[in-house]
Every structure is written in C-alpha cells, then in structure tokens.
C-alpha cells in the first residue's frame, strides 16, 4: 500500500521536474541574452559622443524639472484650480483668468492676447507670452571686461546678500575667481552676513567698519580685483527704498566712485526683486532704474510665491532682461532665467500636447 502510493507519486513527480529544467534552461538562455543586450548597450553608451548626448538630455531634463518643482510649485498650483484637466485647446477666458490668478498685470494680459481666438493652442499662447520677454541682455558673455563688475541694488530685504552668495558660487562652479564687496556698511550685520557667505564659499571679501564709506569699499574691492587678477567682481548694498534721498545719493556716488577705479563699471547694476511681492515691485524698479540705469534684474522668492506670472509684467513694463531667478536660501538656489523655458513650463501644466510648439 505504501510502496503504491510512493511509486505513484515518483511517477507524477517526473515530468515535473523535466519541465522545472526546460524552465531553467529558459530561464539561463534569457539572463545570458539580458546579460548581452546589457553589454551591448554598456558598449555603445560608451562612446564619447553619445555619452556626451546621454549627459546633456539628462541636464536638460533635470533643468526642466527644477524649473517646475522648485520655482513654480505654487503658480501652477493656481493654475490648476483655474483649468484643472489638460487640453488641446484653452477658452480665451480661462486663459485671461489663468494669467490674472498668476498675477500678470491685467494690461499686460490684454496686450497679450489681443486678437487670440475664443479656443487658444499652445502654439498661439506660446508665441504671444514668449514675446513680453523681448528685452534680451545686452552681454556679450564671450568677451566680458575682467573684472567684470557687478552692483546689486535692491530694497531692505529682497534678497541682495544671499543672491550675491549664489552668483559667486556660480562663478566659482564656472570656474572663474571672484571677489565680494561688503558695501552694505550701514549694518554691522550685514557685513558679518556676507563675511560668512565668503567663508562658506571659499572667496576673498573686501570689508569695512560699519559707518564707514561704502563707495571706498566698492573701490578697494575692484582695485583688489585688478591687482589680484580676478575675473569677478560683485558688491552689495544696503537696502534702501526709493523714496530716501541719503541713500539714494549714496547709491548714485558709488556707482561714480566704480567708475573711477575701472572704466565702465559697474558693468551691469542688478536690481534684486522680492518675487513675493509680486507687481508692486515694479514700482521700486522703476524708481531705482530712473535714479541710476538698471541693466538687469533677478527675482527671488520664486519658490514661495504663487505670483509666478508677474515675471511676464516685470521684464515688459520695465524693458528689462530677467538674468536669473532665486527658488531657495541656499547657493546652489539660482535659476538662469529663460523665457523659453518658463513659458513651456506654465504651457506643460495646461496642454495636453508637449511637442506643439
Ligand atoms: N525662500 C527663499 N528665500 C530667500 C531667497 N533669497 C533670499 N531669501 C531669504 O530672504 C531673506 C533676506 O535675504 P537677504 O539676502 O538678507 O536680503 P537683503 O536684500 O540682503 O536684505 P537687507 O540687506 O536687509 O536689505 C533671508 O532670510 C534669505 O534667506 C529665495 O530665493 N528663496
Ligand atoms: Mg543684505
């Protein structure tokens, strides 16, 4: 009985086993084939240009998504609520509501979108918003003065010393020398601030006691930078609203005084705008662009604003380029600012179709 039931089960058992080797047999064929296509492909990514190809997809991709994540998180999460599903095509009402959510200036929304259709493409917006970006740097990145000399002007709190930090992390990563001015001498703090930040980078910094005359800093700094070889030059300011005459004048004498130690500069003055006020910036930059030519702005914050669309008010009303954007406290925070990009970003959240453009 016994015997039966073991002769029977050892009869079942062997085909079983015939099939587990077939699957084995499979199973090693496929690895090895796997192994291959692997080693194939290890080979070919291996060659310089396509890996090249590989890295450059890879940044603009991780680009892309830095833009959305981090600069934008809030804009598009009102934008949402405006037109919640992608589409094809977008009413002109949903998009003039979409642009006012964001908080484009409504003029500029009008002027925008003046002759649009009642359904709007990608294509369409595109072109227009792209277009309120039309003031382009006026840079020549391949042949910049050295020292290249940076002024950056701003009201109490925009963002002046940690922005300073970033671009000369920037510098650094670009590999060019670069040096900081503590011009900032109205606060003892502030020039402890931007002492740490030089430290913490790795640059040498030009510093005074508070009190004294910041345009003599932002002389020895560019006179250091000469003597020592440097590529970059970047000074801060106090901040200072438009409406005060002292500083303001201070303001007008030490972009005098840095004409006075190199010819030209300061070759771009940077006016650094708070992105969380939104448009009522606007109206600072202006006064500061009458006092002393504005050549460019930045605009931080971004990353705790839902005023996302009041890049498109600011670069047009004040017919200036945007040169960057900061999306945090830290150095890597900083964003090359480019419409093409931006605007695909807001275009990615409400289209369906990624490609038309
Ligand atoms: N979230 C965020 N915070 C920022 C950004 N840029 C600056 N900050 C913060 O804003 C605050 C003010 O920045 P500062 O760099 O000191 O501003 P400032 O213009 O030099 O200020 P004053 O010298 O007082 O006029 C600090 O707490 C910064 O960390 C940014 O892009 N994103
Ligand atoms: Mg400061």
């Known amino acids: 009985m016994f015997s039966f039931f073991k002769k029977k089960k ?39 240009v396509i890996q090249e190809e590989m890295v450059k997809e890879e940044e603009a991709k991780e680009e892309k998504k830095g833009f959305f994540s981090r600069a934008l998180e809030k804009t598009f999460g009102t934008i949402k609520t405006v037109i919640p599903t992608k589409k094809e095509k977008i009413a002109f009402d949903d998009i003039e509501e979409m642009l006012i959510e ?27 918003l792209v277009m309120l970006f039309e003031h382009a740097p006026d840079v020549d990145l391949n042949n910049l ?14 963002g002046k010393t940690t922005t300073i930090a970033k671009l000369a992390n920037r510098s650094k990563k670009e590999g060019k020398s670069v ?28 510093k005074t006691k508070q009190g004294h005359d910041s345009s003599a800093v932002a002389y020895d700094t ?11 030059v970047i000074i801060d300011t106090a901040g200072r609203l438009q409406t005060q005459k002292n500083l303001n004048n201070e303001l007008i004498k030490i972009v005098k005084v840095c004409n006075k130690a190199q010819e030209n500069a300061p070759h771009q003055k940077l006016m650094i705008l708070d992105g969380t006020q939104g448009n009522t910036a606007i109206a600072q930059a202006k006064a500061f662009n009458e006092m002393v030519g504005i050549d460019g702005i930045i605009v931080t914050k971004l990353d705790g604003t839902a005023k996302g669309g009041a890049l498109f008010s600011i670069s047009n009303q004040l017919e200036l380029p945007i040169f960057f954007v ?23 959240e409400i289209y369906v179709d990624e490609e038309t453009n």
């Open 222 to 232: 560019i006179s250091s930078a000469i003597a020592r070889d440097i590529d970059n």
């Open 326 to 348: 900061g999306v945090g406290e830290k150095q890597d925070d900083l964003i090359e600012f480019s419409p093409d990009k931006f605007v695909d970003s807001l275009l990615d």
């Open 145 to 158: 003065p050295k020292p290249f000399v940076r002024l950056i002007i701003g009201v109490n709190g925009a």
């Open 10 to 48: 050892v009869e079942k058992e062997e085909p079983k086993e015939e099939i587990l080797v077939e699957q084995e047999i499979i199973e090693e064929v496929k690895e090895k084939t796997e192994e291959t296509v692997i080693e194939k492909i290890e080979e070919v990514s291996k060659t310089p």
């Open 102 to 128: 964001a908080d484009m200036e409504y003029e500029i929304i009008e002027k925008a979108m003046d002759g649009l259709p009642e359904e709007i493409t990608r294509k369409q917006l595109r072109h227009r």
């Open 179 to 206: 040096i900081l001015g503590a011009g900032d001498t109205f606060r003892a703090a502030a020039i402890e601030q931007l002492s740490i930040w030089a430290d913490k980078l790795d640059v040498p910094i030009i």
